[in-house]
């Protein structure tokens, strides 16, 4: 019903920057927010943040002051900036949105495919 496709996989050095994107697609009423979790090998999966449809963001204590989400609604799109990055910020990094689909209208929760981030000299 909704696909989600984040781009933006990389490798970058201790301190560098890196941009994630993730466009919504399907059968798309409304989206409520979009956020960005993270699984590093061995670990649970994180929550990183999110973005209400209002503007509204959180972000985990981890990443404050360093990573910024910012979104797009009517693109159905939500960005991760990622500056000052670190070797614990390595992970698989998921796309996730809270979405009303047309009909019949339902909420759901919905992933992506995820993308690997790897933070090394």
């Known amino acids: 019903q909704v696909q989600l496709v984040e781009s933006g996989v990389g490798l970058v050095q201790p301190g560098g920057s890196l941009r994630l994107s993730c466009v919504a697609s399907?059968?798309?009423?409304?989206?409520?927010?979009m956020g960005w979790y993270r699984q590093a090998p061995g670990k649970q999966r994180e929550l990183v943040g999110g973005i209400t449809s209002g503007g509204i963001t959180n972000y985990a204590d981890p990443v404050k002051g360093r990573f910024t989400i910012s979104g797009d609604y009517a693109k159905n799109t939500v960005y991760l900036q990622m500056n000052s990055l670190k070797p614990e910020d390595t992970a698989v990094y998921y796309c996730?949105?809270?979405?009303?689909?047309?009909?019949?209208?339902?909420?759901?929760?919905?992933w992506g495919q995820g993308t690997q981030v790897t933070v090394s000299s």
């Open positions: 996730n949105a809270g979405v009303v689909v047309t009909t019949p209208r339902s909420f759901g929760s919905y």
């Open positions: 399907g059968r798309i009423f409304s989206i409520s927010a």
